[in-house]
Structures are given as structure tokens and as C-alpha cells.
């Protein structure tokens, strides 16, 4: 299962979305702050959304410690780029959680300081309301639209 997630991992690196998805279950459940609770086919397209719209761009991410039990995987990684909605750097740090069946992952929950990366992306904004159950609801709602629209232009 670290194979997996090495492979997933490295190819996100290389933005490479279907390099990235192939290693998803069809009953996969993705789970994030930033997107909420997500069923494979849209987990899928974040991720494809996600990828296209950083190419050419300073976009990087690292990733490190994988572990596994047996039963979960962990890894850490951590994102780097400019928030286009601000021009703001951003540095990610999240935590990922792995779970399999019949060799695919089947649950990928991602963990993060969303106050951390409110205050990196939104500055001030991000600040004072970037732990607020309001600015997260917001920001779901956001990144879901993306999604959307994303679909809609990409069926």
C-alpha cells in the first residue's frame, strides 16, 4: 500500500490527475476543509481540476513519512504556491489518511489547519475569520461550485 501512495504522491507532483486517480476505489470518500465530503467521481475531478489549473505555474508539493499499519496508511505532504485569488504564498502542511479495499484507496482524508491556510491565503481576512465554521462553509461552497463548473466544461 505505500507503493500506492508513493505512486499517487508522485504523480501529483507531476500534476498528473489520472496518474493520481487510477488508485482510487470506485466507492472511494475523499474528506478535506477546504472541499468537505466528496464521492469518487467528484474526488476524482478536484483532483483533475486541482492539477490543471496549476500547470505552469509555481506550484510543488513534497511528500514524506508514509507509514502503514496494515490497515491505514499515513503520509504527510505539503503544497506550495500562490493562492490566485489573492496572490498570496501559500504553504500547506496536511496530513493523509489512507484507507484500502481489494488494493485501491477506498477513503483519502486529508487534514489541515485551515485557519493556518486562511490566514496564508486570505491575510487579514483569513485571520480573523479563517476559524469560523462560517468562512469554512464558504469555502466549500467555493471550491464545490469550482467543481461544477469544472465537470461542466470537462464531461
Not at 487534514?111 to 491575510?123: C, D, L, P
Request: overall charge positive; hydrophobic content about 40%.
Amino acid at each position: 500500500m505505500e507503493k500506492i501512495i508513493k505512486e499517487f504522491y508522485t504523480a501529483f507532483t507531476k500534476l498528473d490527475a489520472e496518474a493520481m486517480v487510477k488508485n482510487y476505489h470506485q466507492n472511494l470518500v475523499f474528506i478535506d476543509p477546504a472541499f468537505g465530503v466528496l464521492q469518487v467521481n467528484r474526488a476524482k475531478n478536484m483532483w483533475r481540476m486541482l492539477c490543471d489549473s496549476q500547470k505552469n505555474k509555481d506550484f510543488r508539493i513534497t511528500f514524506s513519512d508514509i507509514t502503514y499499519d496494515g490497515k491505514i496508511a499515513h503520509a504527510k505532504w505539503e503544497a506550495f504556491y500562490t493562492f490566485s485569488q489573492t496572490g498570496r504564498k501559500v504553504h500547506n502542511k496536511v496530513i493523509a489518511t489512507f484507507e484500502f479495499e481489494n488494493g485501491l484507496i477506498i477513503k483519502h482524508t486529508d487534514t489541515f489547519n485551515i485557519h493556518t491556510w486562511a490566514r496564508q491565503a486570505f491575510g487579514l481576512k483569513g485571520l480573523l475569520l479563517g476559524n469560523t465554521s462560517f468562512f469554512k462553509s464558504k469555502l466549500q461552497t467555493t471550491t464545490n461550485k469550482l467543481i461544477d463548473k469544472y465537470i461542466a466544461k470537462n464531461p
